[in-house]
């Protein structure tokens, strides 16, 4: 299937739209104004991979697991460019389901793995979720606008923009030099005009949250369900919240786990996470080995920064390179910091620092050492992609300036010293970004059924204060609270205690008991 992006209309029905489209709460589903014409769509169905494509597969080596892969097919739903303008430009969404595996589905279960810029339909290469759930519904993945197959937004001078991060983020915020300001400063309006060049303006201002929730509901009544079965992971969980307030009568379920609170703004968040979530696992990680190893070199997670500090200066003078590149140990703590969203990674790095209290020369220490330095990229760390920086640039409600990340910065480094601030300076990138039309803020959802929320207590990524926070504004949610770690916990087989009653919900609309609280399945 090939994906075109985005596209001009031709003459008839929809160049003769005129109306303006929704700029807050969507309109009932009788009266779609002048979005009309894109309702009704039938999805052209055909297989997402031909058989050859299929058998050369390597799971092994990240290429998805082709017995699973195999039932997908793909689609296109196509949508406003600018829900203002209706009779303009429009983008092609790339759309992909499996068909539910009892072939009765009761619906269609949408599911969005987060990001931002995270393509969907990529990130499904493996099973999840349980057979009740997957003979029930279609999964239908969707790449959001600018991401993926639908009509990827790309730039130039993402290399320099992240050289210049680094290089603020080796200075004491409160000192940083002039000039490394101004190269910041540089290098992320060369980022822009880059976006600007590649993608153009249009595009660029047109992929924020809130007209991706506009796209999904299109989507829904295309794939033909009166209303949305959604699940959200991470960033997906903002536009399953955002979508339950705008479109609370099209709304049947809604599951956000990993859930984000937009805030003040997605970017200011993505900042705030480096405070109150890494420094969170990372104790949860030193808890671990100290209730688990007896040769810990921890004593209790009351010292966890101090004695990490100690632990680093040792693994320095101990002199580590992997391929030429000597692992300093603020490289370490940003290696280890990608791995904390993975709960069950946590023993292996107990074991890994409590190799260097003891010499770090043993081959399993080197062994793990060179899997750290091949610099995974988990499902939700920030990163510098251009979607994701598209994405939470728009969804920016304010301007931002360079004072507002060098607070920012000194904050983090106050309070999570040991994993730096690249993070926070990262944000740079929409110091110049333009003004976009952003989401709604404070929203509580209130008219939509219940929501149901997951979230761990030592999330690396979202933190649980996040879930909180959001419990206490929608109107209609549970929330149900893993004690463990780790980046979202439902539909993994991780937690019974969070599958089961989450798979209810999903099936029959009937909420978990509030309060549910699971114990961590860490040993």
Request: include cysteine; glycine fraction near 12%.
């Amino acid at each position: 299937m090939r994906y075109t992006g985005v596209r001009a209309l031709g003459t008839g029905a929809l160049a003769a739209v005129l109306a303006t489209g929704p700029t807050g709460a969507a309109p009932l589903p009788a009266d779609h104004g002048g979005t009309a014409p894109f309702y009704g769509q039938s999805i052209a169905w055909e297989p997402c991979r031909t058989q050859q494509e299929l058998d050369a597969l390597d799971p092994d080596a990240g290429g998805g697991n082709p017995l699973w892969l195999a039932p997908f097919e793909c689609g296109e739903v196509t949508v406003p460019l600018d829900y203002a303008d209706p009779g303009g430009d429009t983008f092609t969404l790339a759309v992909a389901r499996r068909p539910a595996e009892d072939g009765d589905a009761q619906g269609s279960l949408v599911v969005n793995f987060g990001g931002p810029g995270l393509s969907a339909i990529d990130a499904a290469a493996h099973p999840f979720l349980s057979r009740q759930v997957r003979e029930a519904f279609d999964l239908v993945l969707v790449d959001p606008r600018g991401v993926g197959r639908s009509g990827a937004v790309a730039c130039t001078g993402e290399e320099a923009l992240r050289e210049a991060v680094a290089d603020a983020a080796r200075h004491d915020p409160e000192q940083v030099p002039a000039g490394v300001l101004r190269a910041l400063g540089d290098a992320s309006r060369d980022h822009l005009a880059g976006c600007l060049s590649r993608t153009g303006r249009d595009r660029l201002t047109a992929v924020g949250t809130v007209n991706t929730v506009r796209d999904l509901d299109i989507v829904r009544d295309a794939l033909g369900d009166p209303r949305l079965t959604y699940l959200g992971y991470s960033y997906g969980t903002h536009i399953g919240s955002l979508y339950a307030s705008m479109y609370p009568e099209n709304t049947r379920a809604v599951v956000l786990d990993g859930v984000v609170d937009p805030g003040p703004g997605l970017g200011r968040s993505l900042a705030e996470q480096q405070v109150e979530g890494v420094a969170r696992a990372w104790r949860g990680v030193v808890g671990h080995c100290v209730d688990t190893l007896p040769d810990c070199p921890f004593t209790s997670t009351g010292a966890a920064e101090e004695e990490t500090r100690e632990l680093l200066d040792l693994f320095e003078e101990q002199g580590h390179t992997v391929d030429g590149r000597e692992i300093t140990g603020d490289r370490l703590m940003e290696l280890v910091a990608a791995h904390l969203a993975l709960e069950q990674s946590w023993p292996q790095l107990a074991a890994f620092f409590t190799g260097i209290a003891q010499g770090g020369t043993d081959e399993v220490f080197r062994t793990y050492l060179e899997y750290l330095a091949a610099d995974p990229e988990p499902l939700d760390t920030p990163g510098h992609g251009a979607a994701f920086h598209a994405v939470t640039c728009a969804d920016e409600p304010g301007p931002l300036r360079m004072e507002d990340l060098r607070r920012a910065a000194a904050d983090a480094a106050r309070d999570a010293p040991l994993f730096g601030t690249a993070r926070v300076w990262s944000g740079a990138a929409c110091v110049s970004w333009p003004r976009t039309e952003t989401a709604p803020q404070g929203y509580s959802a209130a008219a939509a059924p219940p929501i149901v929320l997951i979230g761990a207590r030592q999330d690396p990524a979202t933190p649980y204060i996040w879930a909180e926070r959001m419990h206490r504004r929608l109107t209609t949610s549970v929330l149900v609270t893993y004690e463990g770690g780790g980046h979202t916990v439902y539909g993994y087989g991780r937690s019974v205690c969070v599958d089961e009653p989450v798979d209810d919900y999903l099936l029959t609309g009937e909420p978990p008991e509030p309060g549910t609280t699971c114990p961590s399945t860490l040993s």
